[in-house]
């Protein structure tokens, strides 16, 4: 299980922890005091980043796919911040 | 003038206190229940967690089970706040989706209801300004965090107002790691965080507080608050909400 912590700057603080086989996410926990209204679309993102490849673009696409599938509201943080937190968890940044 | 219900300040366990709100939500959703603010405690005092944080990785369970602090996990996001009983008051909102002061905009709404406490404080002579996304400053500190949901057709906003602050248990209920809890990190800590008591350097109370916030809400939301109490069918929500949900560990370590 790797881990990290992201402060947004100006935001909220997110906490990935996730596994990582042959460079794709194999299990994703997004934690944090940011807000994202519906709160339940915190389980679409995490199933829609399974498999996903760890590369900055690919993961904002899947993440903001999820929030707009879901008309949802993410607060204290962008899509862009969770990727960066991914990065991070994984050591690849 | 436009009425609102309004619960008086009460004490409840941290599982009720939640149940309560969310029995609102549902009584609001289905017709049957007002528009409602309610004040109230924690008994036993409570650390409450955001609903996207990790139990385990904020809240140190062990401490708490030694000293009986109640840790459950809110409806709602933000960040793990601890409720001690003779250390702040608590207040919520719930308004039906589509109410004039449960404004579209999140943050906008979030700076209408907060008006409420500004308002409070300004009353108790403290001067406060609503700092987004989502707390209240005085003199640049906090000295209240709001915390918002919007579901059952409703907005609920619930938060705290600080009476008084203990930095030293708040660092061994929420997990610091030990060799952080320093000096420099309390001192830390009181630059950021405020409390009324501390503010006014007098000992305020907490029914002064509650009256205050009472007063606070009816002018700045321009509303006549009008006393009540929960419904019989509120209540028994409540009660199987409290059981069923927020006193069960698949609810409150479910991250």
Redesign the interface.
Known sequence: MKKADYKVSG???I?VKLDVRKRRIETI???????????ET?NEIERALLKAPIDRDSLVVRIEAAIRKNNA?L??AQPDDIAIAILMADGSV | MEEMRFIELTTNSAYENMAIDEAIMRGIRDGKSPPTLRLYRWKPSAVSI?????MN?EVDIAFCRERGIDYIRR??????VYHDYDGEVTYSIILPGGHRLAHHD??ESYKVICGGIEKALDILGIEAQFKP??DIVAGGKKISGN?????HSCVLQHGTTLLDLDVHLMFSILKVPEEKISDKMVADVKERVTSVRDVLKRNVSIEELAAALQQGFAQALDVELRSGKLTDEEQQAARSLAADKYSTDEWNFS?
């Open positions: 935001g909220k603080m906490r926990r997004i934690l944090g005091d940011f807000f994202l209204h519906p709160e915190i509201v607060i204290g | 955001g609903t996207f944080q990790g990785d409806i709602t996001g933000g960040g793990a999140i943050i996304i989502n915390a918002q949901t919007r579901r991250r």
